[in-house]
């Protein structure tokens, strides 16, 4: 896919620089660039000396974010990368705002040959970079039927889990599984089902599973907070209801004035410590309904903000 063909239209732009309020001088992460929907309106908010340090782990998004940014050269800094390793080169303390937002770009789900798509045949990839060790592929023919039942029921919250990852099992005995709509075909005859099949679940479980996105989050707020400064904010927008309870988690952990001893939240064995996060929004922010009619893909956005003590 060529960067004029890459499509991304950012989510809730609006309230993410109503949220950080960006001022000029300040130093902000966009840690998910994307198309650089979020990245450029920080940049106009906080003209004319703002700051933006962004990454993505798709090379074509870092090419399209370039791209996009020309006019503000000077004044940002854009990586080939994950977020969780923003520590590694953005400086610690110093940063007034950090934008992640975790949905995937529709123009990569929908590129046929980074194998994301269950309706256009291409292979069994599903890697956000090409850095990444192993693919869909190796998942789905290597992993044990316990596995693939995991990963598709922790991740995908997939019902028929079990029946699926049998069938997988049995399949690739007789030959390996390497195309998309292979999989998505196998998936629905194990389904028993013709509508609303599960394999756009199954799709994201193994996504999700391929590039450890739950595993990048967790690692990747405890970055932002890291590299914020007091009173800086974190603005988090979230897809599913996985990556929404991790970032719920996270606030409700760093916002409380002491941790847990144990595995159990009891009060006699709880050690006490300032709390590093104010919560901001109590509940998560969704979409405006004139925003969802423009683009359908953001009905299932939430964001939450924190601002760091």
């Not at 693919?135 to 316990?146: G, Q």
Request: hydrophobic share 40%.
């Amino acid at each position: 896919m060529e960067p004029e063909e890459y499509i991304h239209q950012s989510v809730m732009v609006g309230e993410v620089i109503e949220a950080l309020k960006p001022r000029s001088g300040g130093k902000y992460v966009d840690g998910t660039v994307g198309g650089a929907g979020h990245s450029l309106a920080i940049l106009e908010a906080s003209s004319p000396n703002g700051f933006l340090y962004g990454c993505d782990l798709d090379p074509v998004a870092v090419r399209v974010a370039k791209t996009r940014l020309a006019a503000f050269e000077g004044r940002w800094e854009i990586r080939e990368g994950n977020f969780d390793k923003i520590v590694e080169w953005v400086p610690a303390g110093q940063c007034d705002g950090v934008v992640l937002d975790l949905g995937v770009s529709s123009a990569l789900l929908e590129d046929a040959s980074r194998g994301f798509s269950f309706e256009r045949d291409g292979p069994l990839d599903m890697r956000f970079s090409p850095m990444t060790d192993i693919t869909a592929a190796d998942a789905v023919n290597n992993l044990s039927e316990e596995e693939l039942e995991n990963i598709f029921r922790n991740f995908g919250d997939v019902k028929e889990a079990r029946r699926i990852a049998r069938e997988i099992t049995k399949v690739r005995e007789t030959g390996e599984i390497k195309g998309t709509l292979q999989l998505a075909k196998l998936v629905q005859r194990a389904s028993g089902k013709i509508k609303d099949t599960p394999v756009p679940q199954v799709f994201m479980a193994l996504r999700i599973y391929v590039n450890d996105e739950f595993g990048v989050i967790e690692r990747g707020l405890d970055a932002a907070l890291k590299v914020l400064k007091p009173g800086g904010r974190l603005a988090v927008i979230t897809f599913h209801s996985g990556e929404d309870r991790i970032v719920k988690n996270f606030g409700r952990i760093k916002s409380r004035d002491y941790e847990v001893i144990g595995e159990v939240d009891l009060p006699d064995f709880r050690k006490f410590r300032n709390p590093e996060l104010k919560i901001i929004s109590k509940k998560p922010i969704c979409p405006s309904e004139n925003e969802v009619r423009k683009n359908p893909r953001a009905r299932s956005a939430k964001l939450r903000i924190f601002e760091k003590i």
